[in-house]
C-alpha cells in the first residue's frame, strides 16, 4: 500500500481518467485536490506507478470514517483492507459510491472485524460525456435571475439538504459554496428559490427548489448550465441519483446523462458490533 505524494496524484488523475465513469467518486476526490481544493484526505494504492485499488480516506480521526473505493483486484482490495491499514477499523465507516460488486466481500471483511455492514442507499451513476448538445432553457426573463450562491445561503440549503440540518452540514455546504462551482436562480427579491452544488467529489448534487416555485423549469435549467460550466473547466459531468427518485433520474436523462445499465453503486454503513 502507498499514499500518493502530490507528485503522483497527478499521474493518478491521468490513469483514472482512462478508467472513468466507473471510478468517478475516487477520480472525482483526486481532481478537486490537484486543483488545490481544500480537503483532508489521504489516497491509497495498492501499487505504484501501476494499480488496481484506489482508497480514498480522510486524513483525521473521526466519529464516522468516510471512505470511496475504486478496484478491479478484489484480492488487492482484501489485502489493503485487512492487512495494510487501508481503513480505520476502530470507528464506524461509511463506504459511499462503491461498486456493488464489492458487496460481498466489504460485507465479509466487516463481520471479520466486528462491524455489521447495511445499504444505506443505491444510486444510478449517471455521466455526460459531451455538453454540447445542450441548449439554454432559460428565458430571457429568467437570465437575470441567474446567480451563484454566497456564504449567506449555507443555512438555507443545509435545512433543505436531505443529510443535512446539524452543524456538520453547514460547515460541509460552506466548503462547498467557498471552493466548488455553484448556480442558483432569485427571485425579484433577489433570494434564492433553486440552486444546485458540486460536491467535493465533484457530482453534482444538492438539487432544489422551493416548493412554490416548482414547474417552472429552474431545476432543468441549472444542471444544463452548471453541466455546460464544468465540461468548460474540464470537470467530469456527473451525478449519483437514488434509485427511487425517478423524477431527478427523469431531469438528468432528458438533458443526455446516460448509465451503464451494467453498472451500480451503493453507499455502506459499517457500524461496530
Not at 33 to 41: A, D, E
Not at 211 to 216: F, L, N, S, V
Not at 240 to 266: C, M, Q, V, W
Amino acid at each position: 500500500m502507498r499514499v500518493l505524494s502530490s507528485d503522483e496524484l497527478q499521474t493518478a488523475e491521468t490513469a483514472l481518467f482512462g478508467r472513468l465513469p466507473k471510478c468517478a467518486m475516487v477520480y472525482g476526490y483526486v481532481f478537486a485536490v490537484n486543483r488545490g481544493k481544500p480537503h483532508r484526505l489521504q489516497v491509497l494504492v495498492d501499487t505504484w506507478p501501476t494499480f488496481t485499488t484506489v482508497i480514498v480516506r480522510s486524513s483525521l480521526a473521526d466519529c464516522v470514517g468516510k471512505v470511496a473505493i475504486y478496484s478491479t483486484n478484489e484480492k488487492a482490495l482484501r489485502r489493503i483492507l485487512t492487512e495494510e491499514n487501508g481503513v480505520d477499523w476502530r470507528t464506524n465507516l461509511l463506504i459511499r459510491g462503491c461498486d456493488v460488486q464489492h458487496s460481498p466481500i466489504l460485507k465479509e471483511i466487516s463481520a471479520s472485524m466486528g462491524f455489521s455492514m447495511k445499504v444505506y442507499s443505491m444510486v444510478h451513476l449517471m455521466t455526460l460525456s459531451d455538453s454540447s448538445h445542450l441548449h439554454d432553457h432559460s428565458t430571457s426573463d429568467l437570465e437575470s435571475k441567474v446567480s451563484v450562491l454566497n456564504e449567506s445561503h449555507a443555512d438555507l440549503v443545509n435545512k433543505t439538504w436531505k443529510f443535512g440540518g446539524d452543524d456538520k452540514g453547514y460547515s460541509y455546504i460552506l466548503n462547498l459554496i467557498q471552493h466548488f462551482p455553484t448556480c442558483c436562480i432569485t427571485d425579484d427579491n433577489h433570494q434564492i428559490v433553486s440552486w444546485v452544488l458540486l460536491y467535493d467529489y465533484c457530482a453534482i448534487g444538492m438539487l432544489y427548489t422551493l416548493p412554490e416555485y416548482r414547474g417552472k423549469g429552474y431545476a432543468k435549467s441549472l444542471v444544463a448550465r452548471m453541466a455546460t460550466h464544468l465540461h468548460s473547466q474540464g470537470y467530469p459531468v456527473y451525478c449519483f441519483i437514488e434509485e427511487f427518485n425517478h423524477p431527478s433520474y427523469n431531469l438528468f436523462t432528458s438533458l443526455g446523462f446516460t448509465e451503464d445499465p451494467s453498472y451500480r453503486a451503493g453507499w455502506y454503513e459499517c457500524a461496530k458490533g
